[in-house]
C-alpha cells in the first residue's frame, strides 16, 4: 500500500470561501435577484468588444511586454496627466495587471517582509489581510469610525510603529460607499510625512464619485504620489469585470520592484484587451459620464428603498449601497447580518452581502450592503421584493 499523502501546513489557515462566492451561489439556488457581488448585470461598450475583436485580427495575440503593451501604458499616463496633474513615465512608472486583486497582492509581496507590519482599515476588501498574510506581514486592524466609515486619523497614528511598512487606503470605500475628502488626503499626508511607510491607494471606483464631489487621487498629492502604489481597475471603469485587467502607477524605484514579483507571479496580461483598452482610451467621455450614469442608478435605488424600513447611509461613492436593517418590522432583523442576508436571500428574493464579512472580528452593526450595477429593471424588481420588508 502507498503512503497516504502528507496533509500539507496551509499558508492561510484561517481563511475559507468568499462570502461574496457564498451568497453568489446561495442566489442562483433560489433564484434571487443578486445584489450581493459586485459585478455588472449588463454589457459593455459594443465598440470596445469590436475594438478585441480588431486587435485580434491585426495579430495582437502573443506575449505583450512584461510590464504591458506600450500603447496602454501611454494612454494611462495621458490619463493621470489630465486628471490628477500627475506626471508619470509609463516605461517605468506604469504596470498593467491581471486585475486590481493581483495588482494589490502584487505591491504587498514586493515591499512587506516577514515580519512587517501594514495598517488596514477596517471594513475593507477580504484580499488586503491574506495578501498581508502570504508575505509574512502582520496586518495591524484599525477601524474606520462605525456609522460614517469615515477615517480616524487619531486611531491610524496611533497605530503606526517603527514595524509599519505600509497602509492600504480605499476611497472611494468598499463596502461603504465613502469617499475620502481632499481634507483627509491632506492630513494622511502630514501624518506620513516624517516617516518612511508606503502607501498602498486602492483607488478602483475612482470614477464613481457622485454630488459633484471630486475622486481625490492620491496622484494629487505630491508627498503621497512619491511613496504609493496607486491601483486602478479598467473592468470596474468600462463594465467588463471578466477582463480582469488593472494598473498600477508607482515611481520608479517602487514599479521596479512591483516588477520583480509581478513577471513571476503574473508576467504578462492578456494582449488583445490591452490593445483594444488602449484604442478605447483615446475617447475619454465614457470614464468621465460614469459619474452621472453610476448616479443615476444611484438615485433610482435610493428612491426605491426610501419607501422602506432600511434606514439609508450615504453613498457618496462606487456602486454600492449600505443599509440599517435594525428598523426592519420581520423579527429576522434581530439575525446576525450574515443569517439575515442568507434568509433575505432564500425568502425574499434579493442577495445582499452582511459588512461584517468585511472585519476581522466579524464586527455585527446591523448593517448590509447592495450593489446597484444592474439593469434599471433588475433594480426595480429587487425593489419590489424588498418592499415587503
Not at 502507498?2 to 442566489?27: D, H, W
Not at 460614469?290 to 462606487?318: I, V
Amino acid at each position: 500500500m502507498s503512503a497516504p499523502l502528507p496533509a500539507p501546513a496551509s499558508r492561510l489557515p484561517n481563511v475559507g470561501t468568499t462570502i461574496f462566492s457564498v451568497m453568489s451561489a446561495l442566489a442562483t439556488e433560489h433564484g434571487a435577484v443578486n445584489l450581493g457581488q459586485g459585478f455588472p448585470d449588463f454589457d459593455c461598450d459594443p465598440a470596445l468588444v469590436d475594438a478585441v475583436t480588431q486587435a485580434m485580427q491585426a495579430g495582437h495575440n502573443q506575449y505583450p511586454p512584461m510590464p504591458g503593451a506600450p500603447a496602454l501604458r501611454q494612454a494611462m499616463a495621458a490619463k493621470m496627466q489630465a486628471l490628477y496633474g500627475l506626471a508619470c513615465n509609463p516605461d517605468t512608472e506604469i504596470t498593467i495587471t491581471a486585475g486590481a486583486t493581483q495588482a494589490i497582492l502584487t505591491a504587498v509581496l514586493a515591499v512587506v517582509h516577514p515580519g512587517d507590519e501594514v495598517i488596514v482599515l477596517e471594513p475593507c476588501y477580504d484580499s488586503y489581510v491574506p495578501n498581508i498574510e502570504l508575505a509574512g506581514g502582520v496586518a495591524v486592524r484599525v477601524p474606520l469610525t462605525p456609522g460614517t466609515f469615515r477615517p480616524d486619523f487619531d486611531r491610524i497614528a496611533a497605530a503606526l510603529s517603527p514595524r509599519t511598512r505600509a497602509i492600504i487606503v480605499n476611497s472611494p470605500h468598499n463596502p461603504s460607499g465613502t469617499v475620502w475628502t481632499e481634507a483627509d488626503m491632506l492630513h494622511l499626508q502630514e501624518l506620513m510625512a516624517p516617516t518612511h511607510v508606503l502607501l498602498i491607494s486602492d483607488e478602483v471606483y475612482e470614477h464613481m464619485v457622485f454630488d459633484g464631489q471630486v475622486h481625490q487621487s492620491v496622484a494629487r498629492f505630491p508627498a503621497l504620489a512619491r511613496r504609493a502604489f496607486i491601483v486602478s481597475s479598467f473592468g470596474k471603469t468600462y463594465h467588463v469585470t471578466g477582463w480582469k485587467v488593472g494598473t498600477v502607477v508607482a515611481p520608479a524605484p517602487l514599479t521596479a520592484e512591483f516588477r520583480k514579483v509581478h513577471q513571476f507571479n503574473v508576467f504578462t496580461v492578456n494582449t488583445p484587451m490591452q490593445h483594444a483598452l488602449a484604442t478605447y482610451m483615446g475617447n475619454p467621455a465614457p470614464y468621465r459620464e460614469l459619474p452621472a450614469f453610476y448616479q443615476r442608478k444611484r438615485d433610482l435605488f435610493r428612491e426605491g428603498l426610501a419607501g422602506t424600513r432600511f434606514r439609508l447611509l450615504p453613498g457618496e461613492g462606487t456602486y454600492f449601497q449600505c443599509v440599517d436593517i435594525s428598523r426592519l418590522a420581520v423579527p429576522e432583523r434581530e439575525l446576525p447580518e450574515s443569517d439575515f442576508c442568507q434568509w433575505l436571500t432564500r425568502e425574499i428574493g434579493v442577495a445582499a452581502i452582511p459588512l461584517s464579512a468585511f472585519y476581522g472580528n466579524g464586527f455585527d452593526q446591523r448593517v448590509v450592503r447592495f450593489c446597484f450595477a444592474k439593469k434599471d429593471d433588475t433594480l426595480r424588481e429587487a425593489l419590489t421584493r424588498l418592499s415587503r420588508l
